[in-house]
């Protein structure tokens, strides 16, 4: 095993896997958004994925795509706006047009708000118990390494740039650029580190990674067509986190397989099947 490849084990017992919520319960509520993460949390969610881009004027925002018009009543490419501008927009115009209807318990700006970073990992350490939480870099962006700097900084602030006690909620930093996981890893070398892969490179289907990577982040069709992988990984010492696992079935495939977490749409649904 790699000298750093052991902090991620550190992060949790082997046990039945995680249930981490996909951009929140995103099935339940518009995704990325404060709702979406509080009905993870009340689901009894293991942990929070979420994608985060940087604004214009520098701030860290939960937003997958490059552009806001999937998402939102409005257009334009995140990085050339700045924060006044995205909370301008409503972020849960294209979820239904029923959705929180009659939800008159929970305030306007949970439902539609675009959401900070910042405000993601306060909501983390009000949980008051151990959450783990998938913090996805997009690349490629106009910012490069400023958005890990950012980030780095960020956690710094919030307690999180290092495993810690396990009754507090802990960080990962996942990307499919690896260039950009080596720059977490020069300025937080104790922070977990996550590589996203949509196929496994040849160079690495033995289940090793690469130097400082604890954690391989296979999409769900890597496991189904080659389910023995997650345990070669963990030979090397290594964890498997595997994307995005909403059917029934491709949940049974990562519980036969042995994989360390699943990151869904649907969190409560996957833990009553995983404890069922």
């Known amino acids: ?88 927009l409503d972020f849960a115009a294209r979820h239904g047009d029923w959705w929180g209807f009659d939800d008159e318990e929970q305030p306007d ?19 008051g118990r151990r959450i783990e939480l998938l913090i996805e870099t997009k690349h490629p962006t106009r910012y490069a390494g400023l958005v890990e700097r950012k980030l780095v900084d960020l956690l710094r602030r919030h307690g999180m740039a290092a495993p810690h006690g396990n009754d507090r909620p802990h960080a990962a930093v996942m990307s499919f650029s ?32 690469p130097l400082g990577v604890g954690v391989a982040g296979p999409s769900v069709a890597v496991i189904r067509a080659h389910p023995s992988y997650a345990r070669r990984v963990q030979a090397h010492g290594h964890r498997v986190y595997v994307w995005t696992v909403n059917e029934p079935d491709d949940v049974r495939r990562c519980r036969e397989a042995g994989v360390n977490a699943i990151i869904t749409d649907r969190p409560e649904a996957t833990r009553a099947q995983l404890r069922g």
């Open 1 to 88: 095993m790699h000298a750093h490849a052991g902090v991620s084990s550190r992060l949790h017992p082997a046990s039945a896997p995680l249930v981490i919520a996909h951009r929140g319960a995103s099935v339940d509520a518009p995704e990325h958004t404060l709702a979406a993460y509080r009905a993870a949390l009340e689901q009894g969610a293991d942990g929070l994925e979420c994608d985060v881009r940087l604004t214009a004027d520098g701030h860290l925002v939960c937003v997958h795509d490059r552009r806001v018009d999937r998402t939102t009543n409005g257009r334009g490419v995140v990085s050339t706006l700045e924060l006044a501008d995205l909370k301008t």
């Open 109 to 127: 700006q949970d439902r539609s708000a675009v959401l900070t970073l910042d405000t993601l990992l306060g909501l983390a350490s009000d949980a």
């Open 178 to 209: 690896w260039l950009g996981l080596r720059r977490v890893r020069a300025m937080a070398p104790r922070l977990p580190i996550v590589l996203l892969m949509d196929r496994v490179p040849l160079r690495f289907r033995d289940g090793s990674l």
